[in-house]
Structure formats: structure tokens, C-alpha cells
């Protein structure tokens, strides 16, 4: 009789949910990570909803697909628990384009001024930082200070985005995404000629020239959320390709149609199964935030959960 070879994939998703019952740990993944990360995860995500969660977990051990920034923000909210990622190489572009020594020499010269941190950025800056924010709640979080100015950073087109929903000046930090710099707006005129009628819905993190086709601009769990309301049956979508496999299994009656195939974030990609199941048996890569940049850099995070 002929036996049916297994399919590694699957087992490699069974070893993973065994190491984890063993380990009392819970699998937090993105909405980027790899289709078959978000299959073994316990909860997929935004960065606010991710953060969220790592606060409530009552397990111990978490481990963390998605970037460095991400991992950093769920220890910082759960430092009793042992975080892990499983490439601690996946970094951001963003975050790295807001050093911790050039946020201090700007804020040394705009006395008075509050920061505004968008959480894509590293502990140490969070720590120099008045109040966090991510994609989903940025104007609400500008909205609540007190001063009329604020320096926001690191995203200049978040921070445009912003200025149009605040009466306030935002002084802008000129760093980008360099995957949703990807999203071209020719690219979306000519889907729209092919799908009339799709709707438009992009990151905040596209370039005015896309955000001003769009029909919503949300982040991607403000995405997933909408998609399953729309009437709707092709939705056209501006954000990094893996919120398509998120989209598709949350809404499978309609089609979402990527901007372009470009839009992968390389370091979302790190993360894979094999790495998932390593971290797990070995507990590696944890993640530690020294003491002195933790306090305040979770003191940031924390006003920002306060607000929404
Ligand atoms: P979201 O919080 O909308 O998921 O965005 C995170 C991110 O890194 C976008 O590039
Ligand atoms: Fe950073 Fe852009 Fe990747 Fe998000 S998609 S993690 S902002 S490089």
C-alpha cells in the first residue's frame, strides 16, 4: 500500500503549536508577515492592536513576527515576560532614519516643542519622546496635546497626513517608508481604468500624490476591518503585499488587488517558519530594552494607550 507523504509545511506548523503549549508561550504576528506566519500565529495585527495585546497576554513567553520596533514596543509593555524574535535582524528603514543622537540635537534646538514619536521608531528615541503613536489613532494623539506645535517623526508623509486633520503646526522629520515609497500613482490610475468602480484604500504611509487617489486611508487593522463592511467586490489596496493573504482569508468573497507585487518589506520577510520553531526550542532571540531607556520610552507608549 502506498502511504501518503506528509506535507513538511504542516508539520512544521504542528511542531510549532506543540513547542508552544510546552513553552506557555503565544505567537503575536503583522499583518506583512509571511501568509503561513499569520496561519500559526494567535493573533495578527496592527502595531496599536499588537501592542494591545502584548500588554493582556497571560502567557509567558512571547514570541514576536514582525520588526525590531514591534518586538521592542511588547516588552516594553510586558517587561515581566520573556520576548522573543525570530530574526533579530529585522530592523526598519524608517526607524533608522531617526537616530537617537539627531533626535536630541533637534529637540535641543525646538525648546517647549513635544515629540511625537510614530512607534516605527527605535526604544531610544521612544525614551526622548512625550507621547507615541501608530498609523491608526496619529491625529487623535496629536489632537489631545495641549501645545499648538509638535515635532513629529519619523514619517514626513504620516506627519502631512496628520496636518490635515489638526489645527496645529507639525513640524515635519524627513524620513519615509522605503516600501510604500514603492506605491507609485500611475500605477493606481491605471488599475482604476481596469477596475472601475474598485475602491482605493492606501497606507498613511504613501506619498500625497497616492493618498490624494484614495477613497480611505487607514491602517492595515483599520483595513481589515473596513473590507469586511464594504459592498464592495474588488478593493484596490496601497500597502505592503502581505495584508493581501490577511485580507483574502478575512473577506474571501472579494477580491483585493495589490497597487504593484513591489510593495514586499524585506525585513517583515525575515521572519519564516523554520525561525518561528527555532526560537522556540532554543528561546532565542530574546529581546531586552536597558533600564534607563525603558522607563521613559514606556512611559511614551503608555500616554499614547491612554489616549485610544
Ligand atoms: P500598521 O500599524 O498600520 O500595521 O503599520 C505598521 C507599519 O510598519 C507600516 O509600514
Ligand atoms: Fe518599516 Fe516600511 Fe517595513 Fe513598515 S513596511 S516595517 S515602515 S520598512
Known sequence: MSQVAADPRVELAERIARLKRERNAVILAHNYQLGEVQDVADFVGDSL?????????????????GVMFMAETAKLLSPERTVLIPDPRAGCPMCDMAPAEAVRKRKAEL?????????????????EADICCTSANAAAV??????QRLLFLPDRNLGLWVQRHTDKEV???????????RIRAQDISRLKAQHP???????PECTPEVIALA?????TGQMVRWARETPAREVIVGTEVGLIHR??????????????LLTTCPNMK???LEKVAWALEDMEHPVEVPEDIAGPARRAIERMLEVV
Open 197 to 203: 468602480g474598485a475602491p482605493v484604500v492606501v497606507h
Open 49 to 65: 492592536e499588537l501592542s494591545r495585546k502584548a500588554a493582556a497576554t497571560e502567557a509567558e513567553v512571547i514570541v514576536f513576527c
Open 247 to 260: 485580507l483574502q482569508k478575512d473577506s474571501p468573497d472579494k477580491r483585493f488587488l495589490p497597487v504593484t
Open 270 to 272: 525575515r521572519i519564516t
Open 142 to 147: 496629536v489632537n489631545s496635546l495641549p501645545e
Open 215 to 219: 477613497d480611505e486611508v487607514l491602517s
Open 171 to 181: 513640524i515635519l522629520w524627513d524620513g519615509y517608508c522605503p516600501t510604500h515609497q
Open 111 to 127: 525648546p517647549g516643542v513635544p515629540i511625537v514619536a510614530y512607534v516605527n521608531t527605535t526604544a531610544a528615541v521612544k525614551a
